[in-house]
């Protein structure tokens, strides 16, 4: 592969998606939806890999202070175009 960004594992983001509750095949919604959101968007193109590297380290933040879904919600777009990557 030649590429501005080393490569993303698809399969990562794919375990994520299976484990919070999914809207459709290119986002994922984690908390309770009348808390503010907070929307990710980690990258439109399929050589922006390092949006999905960002994703990686957001979920596990979330994961690791789950406090924090207290007051918000997170709308995660990992990447718009996934059919680019895979």
């Keep these: 592969y030649v590429c501005w ?16 509750s999914s809207i459709n095949e290119n986002v ?12 990710l968007l980690a990258g439109q193109h399929p050589g922006e890999t390092m949006g999905l590297f960002f994703i ?5 933040a979330i994961n690791n202070c789950p406090n924090i879904l207290n007051d918000f919600s997170f709308v995660i777009f990992p990447t718009i175009n996934r059919k680019g990557i895979e």
Excluded at 5 to 20: A, E, G, T, V, W
């Design 5 to 20: 960004f080393p490569p993303y594992n698809l399969s990562k983001i794919n375990d994520f998606m299976k484990r919070f």
């Design 56 to 60: 990686e380290g957001a979920i596990n």
């Design 28 to 39: 994922f919604a984690v908390g309770n939806p009348t808390n503010k959101k907070i929307v």
